[in-house]
């Protein structure tokens, strides 16, 4: 079967930094994608892994750890504009790519 | 190079009625998914479609939902006979072949009176 679990709900102060677990069970592994979505808008690509290890683009990181089924996703230097819902997804391995998403995270930064 | 263009943004149908939500992927991108996402929750997968061709439909309600990906035109998601608890945001995200990235359009918001 497929599980995807995140916290639902985060509170982090600005400045500082925040993680945001995700751990998968799926009928097989092909990567696993972050997006950001504000409230009424479109998801947007933050990140993507296929390999265990840790990808840092700027204040956002994001690792992996296949034999555990756990991703996190680091956030840095936190600011207001990251207050968002953080949504984890695993790309399922089969002969196709099917797209799977979790719960998502919603994480509110204070001042 | 336009987005993934979904529309309208808002439609608003009385139950019985029928929508048809449509999205345009980006170009050179020939695979599509639909996802509905209902308030405070995360994106459900209901299908993925390549041109003429369902590939994964596990997601959607049997009867009543029904998606296309024609060889021309929009990818085209029906909902027919709606019911209020069909009301939620609707999705579309296209990916080339090979593609790691989903794209995602702007959304339709259905409300069902």
């Known amino acids: 079967g497929q599980n995807i679990d995140q916290p639902t709900e985060m509170t982090a102060t600005e400045g500082a930094i925040v993680q945001i677990n995700c751990t998968y069970q799926?009928?097989?592994?092909?990567?696993l994608f972050w997006y950001q979505q504000h409230a009424g808008e479109a998801p947007t690509f933050l990140s993507y892994?296929?390999?265990?290890g840790l990808e840092e683009k700027g204040r956002f990181s994001s690792f992996l750890s296949r034999s555990k089924g756990y991703s996190y996703l680091l956030l840095k230097e936190l600011q207001m504009k990251d207050s968002a819902s953080y949504l984890c997804?695993?790309?399922?391995?089969?002969?196709?790519?099917?797209?799977?998403f979790g719960p998502g995270t919603s994480l509110s930064v204070i001042p | 190079n336009a987005g993934v263009m979904q529309n309208p943004r808002h439609l608003v149908r009385r139950r019985g009625q029928e929508a048809r939500l449509r999205c345009s992927p980006m170009?050179?991108?020939?695979?599509v998914y639909w996802y509905r996402q209902l308030p405070e929750e995360g994106l459900k997968f209901m299908v993925y479609?390549?041109?003429?061709?369902?590939?994964?439909e596990s997601g959607m309600p049997k009867e009543r939902f029904s998606a296309e990906f024609p060889k021309e035109g929009p990818s085209i998601l029906r909902i027919q006979q709606v019911v209020r608890g069909d009301s939620a945001a609707y999705f579309c995200?296209?990916?080339?072949?090979?593609?790691?990235?989903?794209?995602f359009g702007s959304g339709t918001q259905l409300s069902v009176l």
């Open positions: 995200a296209s990916s080339p072949p090979q593609g790691r990235k989903l794209f």
């Open positions: 479609l390549q041109k003429e061709n369902i590939i994964d």
């Open positions: 997804a695993v790309r399922e391995e089969t002969s196709y790519d099917k797209v799977i």
């Open positions: 799926t009928s097989g592994f092909n990567g």
């Open positions: 170009k050179g991108h020939s695979h």
């Open positions: 892994n296929v390999l265990d």
